[in-house]
């Protein structure tokens, strides 16, 4: 078998395209679940109990089923009911729904790691509670858990590549259209796996960048 | 927190020559022969697992199906046993080239764009392409669906056909298999399917009571058994085969099982897919 990756170069703008759509879908996939994460603790630890007992059983439900199953529920099962999404708005709320349930169990323990204390000496000091939730909690809970936040979002961003099952415009939909012309699996998965790596490593100094500027006030 | 990145750059360097180093070792799985398969005592043949009435899987999770039936003659015939590997329609041709399976025999239209890459057999079945949709929808030509949802399966030939005739766009929703392009016009998610006219049976089942109508006929299309390109021999083992139970009436019972149809006239030649392997 001999390899031609001039089939793959010959499409390069469809393949930048397909990456520009998978970093779409991530971000805007990141921003929703970040949103979901920090609102889920905020209910969990709320006095409204029914709430915080829907955000964990929320949790339950998106990790312990697959994304595929979910993503399907959204794009096939949803329309039955009269909700029906495109399949842009589908995989970003998929993405959303299950980086937000991964993102509230990691907010949490970081969240549950700051010390009674601190809390206390923040509403001592006369702060509001939710200004104690957002300033002495949050903050310093965020630093402590950001590089295992951060690793779940490369996965996130990697997941991204199930949303071609229903017709989601991103990188693997346009590999898989290269090998079904071509039939050049080998150059097709090769040039995909190349490009994943590169986009997972943009991300990851990407959410570094963010992490500096971010949590960049002294320890103590 | 975060690795240096010097560390970072390294292990990414690291990953990308494990990765593109196996670029170098592609598997070159060899020609396949009627020996070897009679040597090995079983038939790996790639068909379709939910494709009704062509190949499925029924409620005792054994396969059935139109090509499952000729398949089992297949293996009948040389003595073997069958070992059905069921593939989504994009994976068909790369399972055969890589040699997951000896066969394909999972409604491979028969197209010059494919003959480059397989070896097909004289065709052993038909079908027609056709466009889907609900009666509601006034298409009597392809421009008529212009700015409709059209849904495809991946790399079929419908996807081919509509892609030609409408250029590639966002209203062109492309998924991985048959059934899920029939899910998403039941479900409202598209607005017509390229399909074939066998569709209408499935999805009679999964939305009883359906307005969906044959629209357009895009091609009339010949299925073959494909081999890779170069099984000389075996390719002339199934040709021949093919002969065999074409006259003696049992392709003839098998249409009449699957498709409540006697056996089309088989055509003798299609331009730019050559039967015979060389």
Redesign the interface.
Known sequence: MTLDFSVVADVWRALLGGALGTMFLASSGMALAMLIGVLGVWLLRGQMLLLSFLVGAFVEVIRNTPFLVQIYFVFFALPLVGIRLNPTATAIIALGLNGGAYAIEIIRGGVESIPKGQTEAGLALGLHKNEVFRFIILKPALRAIYPSLSSQFILLTLTTAICTSISAYELTSVGQRIEAETFRSFEAYFTLTGIYLVISLLTMWFLAAIGRRAFDYPQR | ??LSSFR?TAI?AI??IA??G??GF???AGAQSVEKIKKAGVIRIGVMGEQAPWGSIDANGNFSGYDIDVARLVGEELGVKVDFVPNAV?AR??NL??GKVDLQMAVMGMYP??A???QFSKPYAGLKIILLSSAKNKIEKIEDAKNLRI?VP??AAQ?KAITALLGDG?NI????DDA?NM??LV???VDAIGGNTTYKLSLDKASPGNDYEQKLVFNEQWQGICTKLGDVELNAWLNQFIDKIKSDGRLEAINKKWLGAAMPKFPDALEGVPFTAK
């Open positions: 927190m975060f970072t990414a990953a990308a990765v593109f196996f670029a592609a598997p070159s994009p041709i790369p080239l890589t764009d494919r480059k890459a397989v849904g991946r790399g996807d966002p929703r492309r998924f991985d899920s899910q998403a479900s409202g998610q």
